[in-house]
């Protein structure tokens, strides 16, 4: 099959970019969409001057979170009932043959783009640093069945703690919030016996470093929903406001 | 030079606990001095560094990837052993020892796996006050499954991403020493070539990969945890990035390298599609307890709804009537390979054979057979656009695991002074074959409760000076590094990187795979120095090396693994015997099985790279003239068997 891709490129992230357009043909329904851009830049390669087209991959098997691309203007390329897909587990059967297919990265302030596709998501590394974590040593750890969480617990906890941390939830809402990841690892936390010492001040630096890293908040459209390739609900968001609340009303 | 595994004396129950006891410490006040390097933030990277910045050492940590959750232990599915008992169906320590000394093939250290097996409880404890959601019973007791080849229930798990939630654990320790200033992370910083002054590492040299600089770091010891090399065969079921370079600049510089032929094939993964193909996707083994493994008795491209029952060839059930379908990892991708070869194998590209459901379908019905593998088949048919509850899976073997890796001693040590190896990319623990939930326990072993022992111990032991910056070796390899990037962009050929790498693929998974022969090898040995040929004549790199330049990364690891490749080649000709993962088909018994030779086999193969000759080009000499050294297994607590499963 034939794809006309629309490409973004950009040299760095001080440079301006643009889109640039490349046909290619010869491609199989077969393919994920990262090795139909990785036939793009052999063509790129054989057929022009220009550098290959740089983007971040790294498993492929849609678990390590690195893909990061808005495809058609979808984070992921997903879309409607088809979340549960990160960007390389996306295939060439969702393209008609003689598509145009627009290619951008992830958007967002918090997300500075290095080169064409590939953006900078360091900001998720220093929220998860200010409590994304319980504070146990290693060694110091009791038996492991002395602490007993029922199934329903350990559900939830799991639920959330699939996040990838890819950032299709920042890329696809108009605030560019991060609400669904920090709600997400909060959930998590609070499930678990584990992290209820550390639950009121977790809870308020991550919201503090989620917005000095210039995220911004959430208004509710549930996009990021939407998009998430690992399917964490916005309840998640709720469940972040009620531990937000709770933390500041027992302070007081 | 000696590879001494310096193994304590004493019972091998009591090897580790005497060792802890009589080894080293650092003072609390004494280990902010201490500067320690660590490559890799994998499971074993990331809880070393989280675990020594605990306890007071200046940590600098390093990945290639954008962050350090996503290192490739995040893509571990089934599960991690631990010899908790909590099933209270006789599990011990001594039972996960010999399972795990017995599944390598007896080619591991009896007293490194003991060690293994020891503190795999801890790991579990550690994971769960991380906050870690295994799966748990009705009474909120943690829950148990049994993995491949074992008679007990010692797996813990977490649905089928067990890798990814330790790695997180581990990975939210080493964050919040990174919050606290104790760990200073380097992402996107790849190391590519270790400073070693008389026979001691010094430093490492990287370059970033957002801008290309390249820095120099110093410390008194340096941890590689770099994972392993499955990638030389271009596909694999590792993620992409993974590559040889760490390890193989740490035996350029002197390490040795033991076992590299050793590598692990496992049964069950999705086949190739087409040439454009980048990954293999794994699909768990424990679909072969209700899967029937056949392909036709005849070549054909019939469908398979159209093949009779009499038509179909269930090959493992025949040849091995008593484990049929459950036949261990490396006879079950053998024999695949095998009916492929025969050309019966189905699909379009001929490789592959069919894991039928259909009888477990009738037996048991579609809503238990959701239960049990539903997340696999929606995977499965999100990747190939078929339907296993209607259709047969189709399955081939791939690339998945490496177990030889850089040589250590008991402390994880390599024959270079304080350079310290872990998890994946070190040789220690697995033997010829690793077994299923092992490699997560393994990682987690030596990053948590092992190095921060036996690196205290050196850093203790040894009167150790930084090696200052602008020191002539630091200078020098620095020049070195940037020389080499140089001549990869010089070449301005005409082929990419990827090119290379997938022909190189080709000749290994041909001659170097599942089967290997000594005619096979040498061909291999020629074809990989034509190519490499070729690739130093032909290779495509633009831009430049000042900015963020994924080819040119690229191009570096390939350069790696195709000189590493010969390394592998050399070392499956010198091993003689068939053992684990290693099957050479000149040493099979009359069945076709792999037959091992303990009299002249029973040993550890430790590689050192050639000294330079006069006929030295910017590739370096070659690993076609490596040297071997040999470390005598000696088994004093169990007596080697040979495994039969007919």
């Known amino acids: 099959m034939q794809l006309t891709f629309h490409i973004w490129r950009q040299k760095h992230k001080d440079t301006s970019g643009a889109f640039n357009t490349y046909t290619v043909d010869g491609l199989s329904a077969d393919m994920s969409f990262l090795e139909a851009l990785d036939v793009l830049n052999e063509h790129i390669i054989a057929t022009t001057s220009d550098e290959s087209v740089a983007f971040d991959y790294d498993c492929r098997e849609g678990i390590c979170g690195t893909c990061s691309l808005v495809i058609n203007g979808i984070p992921h390329g997903g879309g409607k009932g088809k979340s549960g897909v990160t960007s390389c587990q996306l295939h060439l059967r969702a393209f008609k043959d003689g598509d145009h297919v627009t290619v951008e990265p992830f958007r967002a302030r918090s997300f500075p783009v290095i080169k064409d596709l590939v953006v900078d998501r360091s900001a998720f590394d220093r929220i998860i640093e200010k409590g994304g974590f319980i504070s146990v040593n290693t060694g110091s750890a009791g038996d492991a069945n002395a602490t007993l969480v029922s199934q329903k617990a350990a559900e939830q906890a799991f639920d959330t703690a699939a996040c990838i941390g890819c950032g299709a939830c920042v890329a696809s809402c108009k605030n560019s919030s991060a609400m669904l990841f920090v709600g997400a690892k909060v959930t998590h936390l609070a499930s678990l016996p584990q992290g209820q010492v550390e639950r009121s001040q977790r809870v308020k630096q991550m919201v503090e470093a989620h917005d000095k890293e210039g995220f911004g908040a959430c208004s509710q459209t549930k996009a990021c929903e939407a998009v998430c390739p690992k399917d964490i609900s916005a309840h998640s968001i709720a469940q972040l406001n009620k531990e937000f609340l709770r933390a500041t009303l027992a302070a007081k | ?646």
């Open chain 2, 1 to 646: 030079m000696k590879f001494d595994a310096c193994i304590p004396q004493g019972d091998l129950s009591c090897k580790w606990k005497t060792h802890k006891n009589t080894m080293k410490l650092v003072a609390p006040a004494n280990r902010a001095k201490f500067k320690v390097i660590v490559v890799g933030t994998g499971l074993a990277g990331a809880s070393c560094a989280a675990t020594l910045a605990e306890l007071g050492y200046q940590v600098e940590a390093f990945c290639f990837q954008d962050s350090p959750r996503r290192a490739h232990s995040i893509a571990a599915q089934g599960g991690i052993n631990a010899a908790k008992n909590y099933s209270g169906d006789g599990d011990s320590i001594h039972r996960l020892f010999y399972d795990t000394i017995k599944g390598g093939d007896f080619r591991s250290r009896e007293a490194n796996v003991y060690r293994l097996a020891e503190v795999s409880v801890n790991i579990i404890d550690q994971a769960v006050a991380q906050g870690v959601p295994f799966a748990r019973d009705y009474g909120g007791y943690l829950d148990n499954r049994s993995f491949g080849g074992t008679q007990v229930s010692r797996t813990f798990y977490a649905r089928g991403q067990t890798g990814q939630q330790l790695l997180l654990g581990a990975y939210s320790s080493l964050q919040r020493q990174i919050g606290l200033k104790r760990i200073k992370m380097y992402p996107r910083e790849e190391l590519l070539d270790l400073v070693v002054v008389d026979g001691e590492v010094k430093g490492i040299i990287t370059r970033s990969l957002i801008h290309g600089k390249i820095s120099r770091f110093s410390a008194h010891v340096v941890v590689l945890a770099t994972g392993g090399y499955g990638n030389v065969f271009y596909l694999s079921t590792n993620a992409l990035g993974s590559n040889v370079t760490a390890t193989y600049r740490a035996y350029c510089k002197g390490a040795g390298f033991a076992n590299p032929c050793f590598t692990q094939i496992h049964p069950t993964c999705i086949p190739v599609k087409g040439d454009y193909q980048s990954k293999l996707t794994l699909m768990s083994e424990s679909l072969r307890n209700d899967g029937r493994v056949w392909v036709p008795k005849h070549p054909t491209t019939r469908d398979p709804s159209s093949i009779s029952e009499d038509e179909r060839d269930y090959y493992l059930e025949r040849i091995y009537p008593s484990f049929g379908n459950l036949v261990p990892r490396d006879i079950a991708s053998r024999k695949a390979k095998e009916m492929c070869d025969e050309g019966r194998g189905v699909g379009p590209s001929g490789l592959g054979v069919y894991l039928d459901f259909s009888h477990a379908m009738k037996r048991l019905g579609r809503k238990a057979m959701a239960d049990r593998y539903g997340n696999l088949f929606d995977m499965y048919h999100q990747i190939t656009a078929e339907d296993p509850y209607t259709t047969p899976m189709r399955i081939y073997p791939a690339v998945h695991y490496t177990m030889g890796g850089l040589w250590v001693d008991y402390n994880l040590m390599s024959n270079i002074k304080g350079l310290f190896v872990a998890g994946e990319a070190n040789f220690s623990d697995h033997g010829a074959n690793r077994l299923g939930a092992s490699a997560l326990m393994q990682g987690l072993a030596d990053g948590y409760f092992i190095l921060p022992y036996t690196l205290a111990n050196y850093l203790a032991s040894e009167q150790l000076q930084l090696l200052p910056l602008d020191d002539v070796a630091f200078e020098q390899t620095e020049e070195a590094v940037k020389g080499r990037l140089k001549s990869l962009l010089a070449i301005q050929g005409k082929s990419t990187p990827q090119h290379f790498h997938r022909r190189l693929g080709k000749i290994m998974w041909d001659k170097c795979g599942m089967s290997r022969n000594g005619e096979g090898l040498k061909e291999a040995l020629a074809k990989i120095d034509e190519l490499e040929e070729e690739f130093w004549q032909n290779v495509c790199v633009r831009g430049d090396s000042a900015s963020f330049n994924q080819s040119l990364e690229s191009a570096g690891r390939v350069a790696d693994f195709l000189d590493f490749a010969k390394l592998m080649c050399v070392d499956a000709l010198k091993r003689e015997e068939s053992c684990g993962g290693h099957f050479r088909k000149e040493h099979q018994s009359p069945q076709g099985e792999a037959q091992r030779d303990d009299k002249d086999f029973s040993h550890v193969s430790v590689w050192q790279y050639p000294k330079q000759d006069q006929e030295s080009s910017q590739k370096g000499p070659s690993s076609a003239y490596a040297q071997e050294h040999r470390e005598a297994l000696i088994f004093d607590n169990v007596k080697p068997s040979t495994r039969s499963y007919s």
